[in-house]
Nanobody, 120 residues
Framework: QVQLVESGGGLVQAGGSLRLSCAAS????????MAWYRQAPGKRRELVAG???????NYADSVKGRFTISRDNAENTVYLQLSSLKPDDTAVYYC??????????????WGQGTRVTVSS
C-alpha cells in the first residue's frame, strides 16, 4: 500500500513564504514524475508545478518566479517552496506522484491535501 503525506500548509500574510513537503511511503519500487496541484474554493483543481525523476520542472504561469518545486529521490519526497504569496494562492494543495508499487503497475497516487491560506 502506498501513501502520500503532505505537510507545511498554514496561514500566512501576503508576501510571505511557506514550504510544503510530501513524502511517499509504502511498498514502492519506483517513483517517476511528481507534482503539486491546488484547488481553490469553487474552482477546479489545477497543476501548480511538476518535476521529473531527473529534475526537469514545469510551472503554471501564475506561479513562475515565485514557487520552486524540488525533490529528494532517495526519500521519495517532493517539496514546494512558496514565496511572495498572494491571496489568490489560497487553496488546498495536493501532491501527486506516479508510482510503481510492489505487485502493481504504474499508477497515480494523491495526498490528502494541505491548506494554504494567504491573508491580505
Amino acid at each position: 500500500q502506498v501513501q502520500l503525506v503532505e505537510s507545511g500548509g498554514g496561514l500566512v500574510q501576503a508576501g510571505g513564504s511557506l514550504r510544503l513537503s510530501c513524502a511517499a511511503s509504502g511498498s514502492i519500487q519506483s517513483v517517476s514524475a511528481m507534482a503539486w496541484y491546488r484547488q481553490a474554493p469553487g474552482k477546479r483543481r489545477e497543476l501548480v508545478a511538476g518535476i521529473t525523476f531527473g529534475g526537469s520542472t514545469n510551472y503554471a504561469d501564475s506561479v513562475k518566479g515565485r514557487f520552486t518545486i524540488s525533490r529528494d529521490n532517495a526519500e521519495n519526497t517532493v517539496y514546494l517552496q512558496l514565496s511572495s504569496l498572494k491571496p489568490d494562492d489560497t487553496a488546498v494543495y495536493y501532491c501527486q506522484a506516479e508510482i510503481l508499487a510492489d505487485g502493481s503497475s504504474w499508477s497515480d497516487y494523491w495526498g490528502q491535501g494541505t491548506r494554504v491560506t494567504v491573508s491580505s
